[in-house]
């Protein structure tokens, strides 16, 4: 069992940045990725990091604006949002998974954290 807490999320205008956080109990290493969730929407895959961190994969519409990154030491990883745009705006929910692959896909996720809301004001 990994339990998952988000934080950094909030109300930012559009052009802006935040970053999200996502802290795992625990000493094991898994592969973990952020999704999100609008009102009305189904649950997307955002970004996702392997668990040595090499391998990094971003959904379309935020590659370029958003970075996934991980640290080893607190095992933490972190969604950096820049250039946010009012259709970010959503819950965004951390994942943990043994491997990338699985992390991927939103109905093989074994571990979710509870999310954190993003809001992008016009």
């Known amino acids: 069992q990994v339990q998952l807490v988000e934080s950094g999320g909030g109300l930012v205008q559009a052009g802006g940045s935040l970053r999200l956080s996502c802290a795992a109990s625990?000493?094991?290493?898994?592969?973990m990725a952020w999704f999100r969730q609008a009102p009305g929407k189904e649950r997307e895959f955002v970004a996702a990091i392997s668990s040595g961190g090499s391998t990094k994969n971003y959904a379309d519409s935020v590659k370029g604006r958003f970075t996934i990154s991980r640290s080893s030491a607190n095992n933490t990883v972190y969604l950096q949002l820049n250039s946010l745009k009012p259709e970010d705006t959503a819950v965004y929910y951390c994942?943990?998974?043994?491997?990338?692959?699985?992390?991927?896909?939103?109905?093989?996720?074994?571990?979710w954290g509870q999310g954190t809301q993003v809001t992008v004001s016009s």
């Open positions: 994942a943990a998974d043994p491997t990338i692959t699985q992390v991927m896909s939103v109905g093989r996720v074994d571990y």
């Open positions: 625990g000493r094991r290493v898994y592969a």
